[in-house]
């Protein structure tokens, strides 16, 4: 069971270097879009119509792979004024529950846009690019899959710290 657990983590580990590298591709390109905005509206005067949807929909998608990796390492604000003057037992599990709430929120929005999006995007294409409605908005699904993924190895990496002193 104890090696079932370190390779998820492992593979979690993984999927997080891999998606690390695609939100910064994605944030590149999406500069690179609204940067060519700029130089056609400003300074060509004319203006392309696809390059705002095209920087939405990395915007989604970048937004929605790096939360994973801020899940997974817990990197998110949080005022732990009150926590932290608790007992270390009971910091833990406060920690605990409130991982186990962002996994169940993870995990609902998954399942309900596993539901909704194709219903909705299936026959919708983008107005500028033309492409399925499904390919901009399947970045929620992805991304909420891998944020429920990087909440189990949140937890997991809790109880490994907990335990392993």
Request: with cysteine; hydrophobic share 55%.
């Amino acid at each position: 069971m104890n090696e079932i657990i370190e390779d998820y983590y492992s593979l979690t580990g993984l999927l997080d270097k891999l998606f690390k590298h695609i939100s910064i591709l994605l944030m590149g390109v999406m500069t690179l879009t609204v940067l060519l905005q700029i130089l056609f509206r400003y300074i060509m005067k004319a203006p392309l119509i696809w390059t705002e949807e095209l920087s939405r929909y990395l915007m989604i998608w970048m937004a929605f792979i790096a939360a994973s990796s801020i899940i997974r390492n817990w990197e998110s604000i949080s005022v732990d004024l009150f926590v932290g003057k608790l007992s270390p037992n009971v910091q833990f599990y406060i920690k605990l529950f409130n991982k186990i709430v962002v996994f169940a929120f993870c995990l609902l929005i998954f399942i309900i846009s596993l539901r909704i999006y194709p219903k909705v995007s299936a026959s919708q294409k983008a107005p500028a690019l033309r492409i399925n409605m499904l390919i901009p908005q399947s970045g929620v699904i992805i991304g909420m899959l891998l944020m429920t993924l990087q909440t189990i190895s949140a937890i997991i990496l809790d109880f490994k710290r907990r335990y392993q002193k």
